[in-house]
């Protein structure tokens, strides 16, 4: 039963480890709608590559456009090469790279109303994101180095 309890080990430890990448629910509950504040939202949380970010909201009611820094704060989207808007209402964002991401919604003047969302986003830290060891090989269970005759 060694494998058994090595393999059992081994899930416990990934489910205590911290989180290698963090899921945020945009608005949390409230989701991606008018009158929430994102800024208060958005503060102490830390962003680092590998997150996501999850908009949700009621699909052809709003929408998720990332911006500039200029744009977000003329709640404007003047970027021609930009790609579009999501607009699935179920719009997973992960953040790929480090700085500064402006997001905001395009329709009428939900951003001015408070649709908009800025974040900072760190590198990522801690184990490298790799597949745990020890699915193909677990060990032996022998923790004495193996003493080869002669
Ligand atoms: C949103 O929250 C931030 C940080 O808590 C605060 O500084 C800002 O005044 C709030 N904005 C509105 C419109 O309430
Ligand atoms: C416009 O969008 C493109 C594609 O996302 C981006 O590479 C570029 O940096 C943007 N330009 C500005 C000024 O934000
Ligand atoms: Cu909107």
Redesign the pocket.
């Known amino acids: 039963m060694a494998l058994r309890a090595f393999l059992i080990t081994v899930f416990v430890a990934a489910a205590i480890a911290p989180a290698l990448a963090t899921n945020y629910m945009v608005g949390d509950d409230a989701g991606w709608k008018v009158g929430v504040?994102y800024?208060?939202w958005a503060?102490g949380k830390e962003f680092r590559v590998g997150d996501t970010l999850m908009f949700m909201y009621k699909s052809g009611s709003h929408n998720v456009m990332k911006v500039n820094g200029p744009d977000f704060q003329k709640c404007a989207s003047s970027n021609a090469t930009a790609p579009p808007p999501l607009t699935s209402g179920n719009d997973l964002i992960t953040l790929s790279s480090p700085g500064r991401k402006w997001y905001i919604c395009t329709f009428a003047d939900h951003c001015t109303k408070?649709m908009k969302l800025v974040i900072t986003v760190s590198a990522a830290e801690g184990p490298s994101p790799t597949p745990m060891p020890g699915w193909a090989a677990p060990p032996s269970g022998n923790s004495a180095p193996v003493k080869s005759p002669h």
């Open positions: 504040n800024t208060a503060e408070g």
